[in-house]
Structure formats: structure tokens, C-alpha cells
């Protein structure tokens, strides 16, 4: 079985929870099928072909740089018997390839454009196109994975013309091996982190979608003796930036132990703060399932994180607080936040437990060697004629 895994993001270049996905199942897959990952940047390796927007097109809108990488794309896996597409970046590359050589395509749903609207902030009327290839590629795709149940739902809703039988469930997994408790005091002292004091971690994007301004505002509640350690870079827009770089600003202001590492951290830096962080916080407006609390699960950590999409099926309540999102009421949100924050932290034998019980359920129901087998069998399927068109 000839697989061509399609994705903006490939290692090194990884800035999101899509990126890890296929990273580590082209890593599984490969043990069960002939792969070939196509994924943005340049140079060649093996298994790997890494493809550029057209020079010709510099300076243009990001949603037609894009295509212009899609059709490289959809050039190349000629030789696939089925592709698979991940995110709007490459879902356009895999419904080209699906009519020009008769393949089935297969998409795993990260996210969804309808639910994302301050995209347009970033793309401008490019936000249109993303938005079509996303609903041509999904409505006319042999099979669907969402990452959660919730983020089925949300498919079907977004998305009424799709046959609810060819949307599948294959939550995201976790390299429990990789992402396990690493205590590295040095770690801590290389970003100016207190190793005496506890701390509130945060890894993301600066977006809307992963809420670290609410953060920020919720951190004023913090007992003056925890820190907050903000791993947040590739902010999406201007605006965004200046109303974190505003916050931070202020927040530093007014307290001690308020630390930004704006750069790109290698993995294991990565999991050595997460290992000695006192709780994860992932207070995401939007989040089909959010890898990044499986990590911290698997660092041993406690999470608390907003109760929206696929959050919950992630981080249960022997694992972490959930704190309920309503657009409407942020400032009870942010409140709720930080409470459930404090809480946490002060109560060191409840997070323990709850750290624990997150390092036991990311081991047993998250491995990504259980992910990539059930993604194989959806293949078979899809190429016996097994699920709906």
C-alpha cells in the first residue's frame, strides 16, 4: 500500500499540534505501509519531499502561495494509491490528486475554518480560499478523521453535506517513551526560571484559538509566589502580538517570575519544562483535541484547561480541572481561570495525584503505535470499497 501523507508541516520545521501528528505517525506508518511524506520547505531526504511556493508568487496572498504548493504537491504522488491530507494547507493538494489519478483521499481534521473566523485577520480575503479548498476537500473526501469526538460533531455541523458514515474517530496520541517526566534544574536556570518557586506553564502559538491573552489577564489572580513561564511564539497577526507583547508587559509590571521564551525550544528543553512545571495550562478558545495536554499528561503533570471540543476527551477529572469557555462572559472565564490555577498549585498533593493519573492515561490510551494501526485499516477500507463515498 503506496501512502502519500500530505502536510504543511514536517520535522524541523513543526510549529503546531498538526506538525506532531505526522511526525510521529509517518513514524508508525512505515511499518505498515510504503510512505511518502510531501510537506512544505525545501531539500530533499529520504521517505521525505519537501515542496516551495512558486517564487513568482512572493509577496502574494498567503492562500495562493498555498495552492501554488498544492499543485507541486499533486504533481508529484503520482505513483500513491491513496493520499491523506492534513489541514486546509494541503487539503486542496489531495482532492487534485483524488480526480487527476482516480485515488482515494483520505483527510485527518485538525481544525476547521468555519470555526476559526479571526483567521481572516491573518490571510485577509485569503480566508475565503482557505475556506473553499477546506469544503471542496472535505465534502468530496473518501473518509474523514476527526481527531475527537467533539471535533465530529463539530464536522457534521460545519459541514451538512458529508455522509456522517465516512467521518471516523481516531483521537491524536503520545510518544509516552519521549514526552516522560525529565527533571532538569539546569533547564529552568538557562531561562531565568526560579527552580524554588512553583510555576504555570504555557506552550503555543500566539493566536486567538489558543487564548494566552486570557491567560495573561487570568495570571493577575496568581499568588504572588507562582511563577508563569509563556513558551508562545509565531504570533499570527500584528494585532495579536501587540495585545500580548501589552499584556506582558504589564503583567511583568506587576509581579515577579513572569518569563517569555519567544523562540522555538528543541524537544527535550521542552519536556524538562513541562516536567518541573507545578500545572499545564491550556486555555484554548477552540481545540478539536489539543496534543499539547497529552504532553504535559505524560510529563506527569497536571493540566487545567478550558472545557471546549475535544479537551474533554483528553484530560478527565482525575487528570486536570476543566474551566467552561463562553465568549460572551471572558472575564468569568478569565476569573474561573486563575482560580482553578491557584487552587491547583497550592493544593501539592491533589496535583500529584492528578499528574499521575495523566502520566497512566497517556500510556495506556493515547499510544501512537494503536493510532497509526487503525489509521491503516481506514485505508484498506477505503480502498476495498468498504466505506461510503
Not at 291 to 299: D, G, Q, R
Request: aromatic share 8%; hydrophobic share 40%; net charge negative.
Amino acid at each position: 500500500m503506496k501512502v502519500g501523507l500530505l502536510s504543511r508541516e514536517y520535522p524541523p520545521d513543526v510549529y503546531g499540534g498538526a506538525g506532531v501528528h505526522v511526525e510521529f505517525l509517518a513514524r508508525e506508518l512505515r511499518a505498515l505501509a510504503d510512505v511518502r511524506v510531501h510537506c512544505w520547505g525545501e531539500g530533499r531526504e529520504a521517505g521525505v519531499t519537501r515542496h516551495a511556493a512558486w517564487p513568482e508568487l512572493a509577496g502574494a496572498n498567503d492562500a495562493l502561495r498555498t495552492f501554488s504548493v498544492d499543485l507541486s504537491m499533486a504533481a508529484a504522488v503520482a505513483d500513491r494509491d491513496l493520499v491523506h491530507s492534513h489541514t486546509w494547507y494541503a487539503n486542496l493538494a489531495g482532492h487534485l490528486a483524488k480526480l487527476l489519478y482516480g485515488i482515494p483521499h483520505v483527510i485527518t481534521s485538525h481544525s476547521l475554518e468555519p470555526l476559526r473566523p479571526w483567521k481572516a485577520e491573518q490571510l485577509g480575503g485569503g480566508y475565503a480560499l482557505s475556506c473553499w479548498a477546506e469544503r471542496t476537500a472535505i465534502e468530496t473526501a473518501d473518509a474523514v478523521i476527526a481527531v475527537s469526538h467533539g471535533m465530529r460533531t463539530d464536522i457534521l455541523e460545519s459541514y451538512p453535506a458529508i455522509d456522517p458514515d465516512r467521518v471516523h474517530v481516531i483521537h491524536n496520541g503520545i510518544d509516552t517513551g519521549l514526552y516522560r517526566p525529565r527533571p532538569s534544574p539546569d533547564a529552568l536556570l538557562r531561562h531565568g526560571i526560579d527552580p524554588g518557586r512553583p510555576y504555570v506553564l504555557f506552550v503555543g502559538r500566539i493566536t486567538r484559538q489558543k487564548g494566552v491573552p486570557h491567560l495573561l489577564r487570568a495570571a493577575r489572580q496568581l499568588d504572588p509566589d507562582i511563577q508563569l513561564v509563556l513558551c508562545a511564539g509565531a504570533p499570527d497577526t500584528p494585532e495579536i502580538d501587540r495585545e500580548f507583547r501589552a499584556l506582558f508587559e504589564e503583567l511583568s509590571g506587576t509581579r515577579s517570575g513572569v518569563h517569555w521564551i519567544p523562540e522555538m525550544l528543541p524537544r527535550p528543553e521542552v519536556i524538562h519544562l513541562l516536567t518541573h512545571a507545578a500545572v499545564f495550562a491550556c486555555p484554548s478558545v477552540y481545540e478539536p483535541l489539543g496534543i499539547v495536554n497529552l504532553e504535559a499528561m505524560a510529563c506527569a503533570t497536571p493540566v487545567v484547561a478550558s472545557k471546549v471540543g475535544g479537551i474533554p476527551e483528553v484530560v478527565t477529572e482525575d487528570t486536570g480541572l476543566l474551566v467552561p469557555y463562553d465568549e460572551k462572559d471572558t472575564d468569568g472565564f478569565e476569573y474561573a481561570l486563575g482560580f482553578a490555577l491557584n487552587g491547583l498549585v497550592r493544593d501539592t498533593g491533589l496535583a500529584a495525584r492528578m499528574g499521575a493519573a495523566g502520566r497512566q492515561r497517556a500510556v495506556g490510551a493515547f499510544g501512537w503505535d494503536a493510532v497509526a494501526r487503525r489509521t491503516a485499516e481506514l485505508y484498506e477500507a477505503v480502498l476495498n470499497g468498504r466505506t461510503r463515498q
